[in-house]
């Protein structure tokens, strides 16, 4: 028989994490159904997709600066979403671990090449 309380017994098992988790991805959400809505109704006004009109499109400040909020808020919430999938599905501690190292990782990487492809074509000095 324990004197532990039921909190004393949960304190400290990372439920706390699992809020924060839980908060960043509905917020995520939330920022990401503004956003894709412009952009899908953004890319619908085009008259094409070729890289003449995508690259005059994001030369215009008003669709440059939202399209750098969406790219991070993407990969943010995407991150989210794997690591849930990984964290339930994958019981390994150590193979766990290197999964969501290289995930987040991978997400980084795609979301920084995205932000810089971004800034190259509003910029100008695509090629």
Known sequence: ???RT???RVLGLGTSSGVHHWWAQRLTALALAPL????VVSLLTLPDLGYAAVRGWLAAPRNAVP???LVPVVAYHSWL????VLEDYVHGRVTKTVALLVVQFLHLLVATAALLAVLKLALGSGA
């Open 6 to 8: 039921p909190l004393g």
């Open 1 to 3: 028989m324990s004197l």
């Open 67 to 69: 399209m750098l909020l």
């Open 81 to 84: 979403g794997v690591a849930v």
């Open 36 to 39: 894709g809505a412009w952009f």
